[in-house]
């Protein structure tokens, strides 16, 4: 497989997203607002973060809720109501088949288990037991006491953010993803503070991929790009990610928005605009209302911003690009 960077289009990008800041509500929103404690906010984002990969078949059509907004609704509940099952030493008592049956009635839109669409559950539930564990047995049950050990570092000696949660089953992707999402909620609602920036990894996931190879940002050899417009499977996307990332550390460093703002660009756009019919072309955004002006401060949505920089605009194959279908729990 051949895969690069192409840093001119990706500069490109970058230049138009230079106009463009991420709306103040965006960040007002009662998950990062929420008047609690920080170690109930810490947990929070903690379990979310954690079991968020994967969730295309995750909806409450009654809600028009799907994927990452109806974890973070799920979530939010939990932490109004005080509930236990935010509480590690909890979670870690208590079998992993309750566990499941919990998930179930948590994201069933009417409270039935059978109406969970929350898939994966074995996986999902070994997640979260091992995640209580770790703050059970390691931190006395506190989120906040792991953050405080860490001194705000990502590398510190094995104490940093990226090293110690890399040692979980949710938070083991080589790229960081989740754990670099955990603590950009976790920024965000500003119970943290990272000090070394420059060791940040950018968030990548598949919306993204998608959306950086259909620019032209990251390129691919005739024969991957086919096999891509074919949704075939994929052993290992690492080399695709890896280029990906390093597209958005010019987006980043061009636009002048900080890099893990970069996720909240490029993810909305793949989710919403640039999804099984991307807005160039179909003049219609696939969530209703779209996720990309949702987060983004536009006056109006009719095109997509990035039309005139974009290959796919303009080039039908790498408008049918799709992002590399692999097995993973990464992302």
């Given amino acids: 497989m051949k895969v690069f960077v192409n840093d001119i289009r990706s500069e490109l990008i970058g230049e138009i997203l230079k106009e463009y800041p991420i709306r103040n509500g965006f960040f007002?929103?009662?998950?990062?607002?929420?008047?609690?404690?920080?170690?109930?906010?810490?947990?929070?984002?903690?379990?979310?973060?954690?079991?968020?990969h994967q969730t295309r078949s995750l909806i409450d059509k009654s809600r028009n809720l799907a994927g990452w907004e109806y974890l973070e609704d799920v979530f939010l509940k939990l932490?109004?109501?005080?509930?236990?099952?935010l509480h590690p030493e909890y979670l870690a008592s208590i079998n992993t088949k309750e566990i499941i049956e919990q998930l179930q009635i948590l994201f069933s839109y009417n409270g039935q288990p059978a109406n969970c669409t929350l898939d994966r559950l074995g996986e999902r539930k070994r997640m979260l037991k091992e995640m209580a564990v770790f703050l059970n047995g390691e931190y006395d049950n506190s989120a906040a006491k792991f953050f405080d050990e860490s001194d705000g570092f990502l590398l510190n000696k094995g104490k940093g953010y990226y090293e110690s949660l890399e040692k979980l089953e949710a938070y083991c992707d080589p790229k960081k993803k989740k754990i670099t999402f955990f603590l950009k909620l976790a920024s965000d609602a500003k119970?943290?503070?990272?000090?070394?920036?420059k060791n940040i990894i950018p968030i990548m996931d598949y919306h993204m991929q998608r959306v950086l190879l259909r620019m032209g940002c990251v390129e691919t050899d005739d024969k991957t790009q086919d096999r891509l417009i074919k949704k075939e499977t994929f052993s290992s996307d690492t080399e695709i990610r890896e280029a990906c990332i390093g597209s958005i550390k010019t987006i980043a460093e061009t636009s002048g928005h900080h890099i893990l703002s970069m996720n909240d660009y490029f993810w909305p756009l793949g989710r919403s605009c640039c999804n099984e019919s991307p807005l160039c072309h179909s003049n219609s955004c696939?969530?209703?209302?779209?996720?990309?002006?949702?987060?983004v401060e536009l006056l109006e949505h009719k095109n997509c911003i990035f039309e005139n920089a974009c290959k796919g605009a303009k080039n039908k194959n790498y408008r049918l690009i799709w992002e590399p279908m692999v097995e993973t729990h990464y992302y």
Avoid: H, V, W
């Fill in 28 to 52: 007002d929103r009662q998950f990062l607002s929420i008047e609690t404690n920080r170690e109930t906010k810490l947990r929070m984002y903690f379990y979310a973060a954690g079991i968020c």
């Fill in 79 to 85: 932490a109004l109501e005080g509930s236990r099952f």
């Fill in 286 to 295: 696939s969530k209703k209302p779209c996720t990309f002006f949702n987060m």
């Fill in 191 to 197: 119970t943290i503070e990272i000090k070394d920036k």
